[in-house]
């Protein structure tokens, strides 16, 4: 996925206002060509970009099925996850603290590597 340049960007080069710059972003969300990203940045749609929009804390529940965990086994670390996923490692970690609380993940304490309490089935994560 490319990112478009960032708005100030695109105010100094073409010489138009910050309003002009949101109402095209505006209109290429709607379009379905760009969308928003963290950050205040935007990125275009690609046809056939596959891109996973469930929350993170389901995308790495599924890691569990997709790596074919089973119950006791050491979960990726929050710096594995958020390389994986793309994202920041407090959110990774706030992420993480979710499925612990559902009782998908244990935690050792800090420092020591989270585990696999249970194995969540598809019906549990839909």
């Known amino acids: 996925m490319a990112e478009l340049p960032p708005v100030a960007d695109l105010i100094d080069t073409y010489a138009v206002s910050r309003g002009v710059v949101l109402r095209a972003f505006q209109a290429l969300r709607r379009s379905g060509d760009a969308e ?8 275009v749609i690609r046809p056939g970009d596959g891109a996973d929009r469930r929350p993170l804390e389901e995308r790495i529940a599924a890691v569990i099925t997709d790596d074919r965990l089973e119950v006791g086994a050491p979960f990726p670390s929050a710096s594995t996850l958020a390389t994986r996923f793309g994202a920041s490692r407090p959110t990774v ?14 935690s050792g304490g800090q420092g020591k590597v989270r585990t696999v309490r249970a194995v969540p089935n598809r019906e549990e994560r839909s």
């Open 36 to 43: 928003p990203v963290p950050g205040g940045r935007w990125r």
């Open 93 to 106: 970690t706030k992420a993480l603290d979710k499925l612990e609380v559902a009782g998908v993940l244990a």
